[in-house]
C-alpha cells in the first residue's frame, strides 16, 4: 500500500518530476561503483555521509532566501544562519566520526585515517568526487526547480527550515547504519550493498516527497491559509 501511494504521489508530482529523475540517476552512481569501481562498504558510507554537507549548504541558501519580503524574516536570519552552520556542523562532524570509526578503519593508531588529508586521498584513490558531485547536482536541480522554480522560498519559514534536515537526515541514516552492520556481518557481498543502494533511493524518494508537501501544506503563512 505504500509502495502504491508513493507511485501515486510520484505519478501527481510534475513540477518536481525533473528533481525526481535527478535524485534517482544520483543515487545509482553507487551501482557504478560496487559493479564497475569494486566497492565495498566504506565507500559507499562515506558516500552518503558525504551528502549531510550538501544538504547543510543547501539549506543555508534555502534559508537565506526565505520569505524575502518580510524584515523580520531577514533581522532573524543573523542570528539563525550562523546557529545552524554552527549546531549543524557539529551534528556532521560527529556522524562522519562514527562513519570513519565503525566502517573505516578509526582514525588513528592501527586505523586507515589520521585526518583530513586522508579523506580527500581516499575519495581521490575510489572515484568518489564523480558520485559527491552527483549528488550536489541532485540538490542543486531540486533548489532551482522547486525551491526557487515553483515559489518555496516565499512560503518558506526561517525556523522551519533550520529544522528541516535533522528529520530526513537521522531517519535514513539510522536506517543505513543498520544496513551497514548487515552488510559487514556478510562481509558486505556486492548484492548485499547493492540493497542497501536500493534502500537509500527509497528512502530519499520519501523524504523528497515529503518535503514538496510540507511546503505546500505547512510553510504557509497564517493569512494566506484563511484566504
Known sequence: MKAFCLFEDLLHANRSRLSVVALVLANLVPVFGVLVLGWELFPIMFL?????????????????????????????????????????????????????????????????????????????????GWAVLGLALSHAISFVTNYIGSGEYKRAVVTQLMAQPYGRIIVMHITILAGGFAMMALHSPPVGLLVLVALKIILDLTGHLRERKKFADEFIPSGQAQA
Open 48 to 128: 552518503f555521509w558525504s551528502e549531510n554537507l550538501i544538504v547543510g549548504m543547501f539549506n543555508v541558501l534555502k534559508m537565506f532566501l526565505a520569505s524575502p519580503g518580510s524584515v523580520l524574516s531577514w533581522a532573524s536570519k543573523f542570528f539563525i544562519i550562523p546557529f545552524f552552520c554552527v549546531h549543524y556542523g557539529i551534528f556532521t562532524f560527529v556522524h562522519g566520526f562514527f562513519i570513519i570509526w565503525m566502517f573505516g578503519g578509526g582514525m588513528k593508531g592501527d586505523g586507515v585515517f589520521s585526518g583530513p588529508a586522508d579523506l580527500w586521498r581516499f575519495a581521490q584513490d575510489h572515484y568518489c
